[in-house]
Nanobody, 115 residues
Framework: QVQLVESGGGLVQAGGSLRLSCAVS????????MGWFRQAPGKQRDLVAV???????DYADSVKGRFTISRDNAKNMCDLQMNSLKSEDTAVYYC?????????WGQGTQVTVSS
């Protein structure tokens, strides 16, 4: 089993920054992909950023140049540094892990950007 716990969400003004962290625990070996999705009210859950075990990274076009994803395999953590936040970044952010072709999700953390 794999458990994910997010932290770091909150309220910030437009143009500000937040850092989200995801701690992964449980019984596992060599997690494949780690990443972040977000879901705004009334919308589907969309990819924000994902980082593979190889280190390759993909970002949603809407966050390129503003967000940075990183992972620490030794600590089993994945962080998302969010800069130049916009009101449209407001959403619940979910940590994601792909392990043995199965998706695992955190409980979500709210990010609210006020304009």
């Amino acid at each position: 089993q794999v458990q994910l716990v997010e932290s770091g969400g909150g309220l910030v003004q437009a143009g500000g920054s937040l850092r989200l962290s995801c701690a992964v625990s449980g019984t596992f070996f060599n997690i494949n992909a780690m990443g972040w999705f977000r879901q705004a009210p009334g919308k589907q859950r969309d990819l924000v950023a994902v980082i593979a075990n190889s280190g390759s990274i993909d970002y949603a076009d809407s966050v390129k140049g503003r967000f940075t994803i990183s992972r620490d395999n030794a600590k089993n953590m994945c962080d998302l540094q969010m800069n130049s936040l916009k009101s449209e970044d407001t959403a619940v952010y979910y940590c994601y892990v792909n392990y043995l072709s199965k998706a695992y999700w955190g409980q979500g953390t709210q990010v609210t950007v006020s304009s």
